[in-house]
């Protein structure tokens, strides 16, 4: 009781305390399904937390891929990262990375050479701009995850990080 609810929600009259997801979507039950409630807070969080991460990226022409991409980039020895190792160590998993190298090279951030030894395979390294690209944008991200995220303790970060690497660890791919 005293917590107030949105004005365009119904009043719960029930018993049962709403969750704050369940008030924040307006529904007027609990959900009946508690794994599907937490499926729904990691997605209703993800969009909440993405959208300041991705103005960002856009204040530097870069999306959130990109930008993570030139961060495997500028991270792999020389000769450079092949597109398969960009491709599996993306955070998001991109079907054309192709396409997300091509607008890397574009913007002069990223460079392609051949491999002499065998001509089928291709390494993408950074470029000087690429560098400072990286070093232009990597302070102001760790501000905003602080920002974000910066209410949490570090007891609470610790506990998220292992919860949400369970829920994902039995589905990741590994091929």
Not at 12 to 23: F, G, H, K, M
């Amino acid at each position: 009781q005293g917590q107030s609810l949105p004005s365009t929600m119904a009043p719960n009259t029930s018993t049962t305390t709403l969750s704050p997801l369940a008030q924040e979507l307006g529904k007027t039950n609990p959900f009946t399904n508690p794994r599907q409630e937490a499926y729904l807070n990691l997605v209703r969080t993800t969009d909440v937390l993405t959208e300041p991460i991705a103005a960002l990226f856009r204040e530097h022409a870069l999306t959130q891929p990109q930008y993570n991409a030139l961060r495997i980039v500028a991270a792999a020895p020389a000769p450079g990262a092949t597109h398969a190792r960009i491709g599996s160590h993306l955070i998001a998993r991109s079907p054309d990375v192709t396409k997300l190298v091509d607008r890397l090279e574009k913007a002069g951030l990223v460079q392609r050479n051949r491999c002499t030894e065998d001509r089928r395979v291709v390494y993408v390294s950074i470029t000087p701009e690429g560098r400072k690209a990286v070093r232009r944008i990597a302070p102001k991200l760790d501000a905003l995850y602080s920002a974000l995220l910066g209410h949490l303790s570090n007891r609470q970060v610790a506990s998220l990080n292992t919860l949400v690497a369970g829920a994902r660890a039995p589905h990741l791919r590994t091929d």
